[in-house]
């Protein structure tokens, strides 16, 4: 198994502001993603964090906006940039070896004001 | 593009009632997983299933992947409040992208 250290856990921000999130893993992991999810809805993937390489986007998500590093296999960060209230979410990390099952940060509970 | 649903969308049930939450792809699976997601909390991985017709049990917990590997179901025997949350399956195949259902949110009343 794996674990996971998400942080921050909560922040409110100011639109047109940017918050980089940050997830750590304790142990090298294959895959790493994104994904956001709102009160009581299913997670939607925003991307995947590739090692060494931009990361691949899902449609409706961008670079610009949520710019992604992955630095090595254990550590990835996410930045929600120029916030809008529309950006007020949950977002999540996940990491995985090949075939083997995701864990999960604790996830950042995001308020744009 | 596959889909993925998954019903009842919201269950209410007293303790002690049973509870079954139901996963349906359009497309054949070569695997599902189950999740379980707390309120407030994140997804924590429960189990996998991969044969066609395959039963797995986990102490009250029933998982069942169906015959055609299009659907699986998730059981609960005598529900208790330490069940509450939303169940999530995952059709993503193990090893890549989660692809989640839309989930099952259960509330047990006592």
């Known amino acids: 198994s794996a674990v996971i250290s998400q942080k921050p856990s909560r922040d409110i921000c100011q639109r047109g502001t940017s918050l980089t999130i940050q997830c750590q893993v304790d142990?090298?992991?294959?895959?790493m993603f994104w994904y956001r999810q709102q009160p009581g809805q299913s997670l939607t993937l925003i991307a995947t964090?590739?090692?060494?390489?931009?990361?691949?986007?899902e449609s409706g998500f961008v670079i610009d906006k949520f710019p992604i590093s992955r630095p090595n296999l254990t550590f990835s960060t996410l930045t929600v940039s120029n916030m809008s209230p529309e950006d007020s979410s949950i977002y999540l990390c996940?990491?995985?070896?090949?075939?083997?099952?995701?864990?999960f940060g604790q996830g950042t509970r995001l308020t744009v004001v | 593009g596959q889909q993925v649903m998954q019903i009842p969308q919201y269950q209410h049930v007293q303790e002690g009632e049973d509870f079954t939450t139901y996963c349906n792809s359009s497309?054949?699976?070569?695997?599902i997983q189950w999740y379980k997601q707390r309120p407030g909390g994140h997804p924590v991985f429960l189990i996998q299933?991969?044969?066609?017709?395959e039963v797995k049990k986990q102490k009250r917990l029933t998982f069942q992947f169906g015959e055609a590997k299009k659907n699986s179901s998730l059981h609960i025997t005598a529900t208790q409040t330490t069940d509450v949350g939303t169940y999530f399956c995952?059709?993503?195949?193990?090893?890549?992208?989660?692809?989640f259902g839309t989930g099952t949110q259960l509330k047990v009343e006592l």
């Open positions: 996940s990491a995985q070896g090949a075939y083997t099952e995701a864990f």
């Open positions: 497309t054949t699976l070569s695997n």
């Open positions: 964090a590739n090692q060494g390489s931009e990361a691949t986007y």
């Open positions: 995952d059709v993503s195949g193990g090893g890549n992208k989660l692809t």
């Open positions: 142990s090298q992991v294959t895959m």
């Open positions: 299933l991969v044969k066609s017709g």
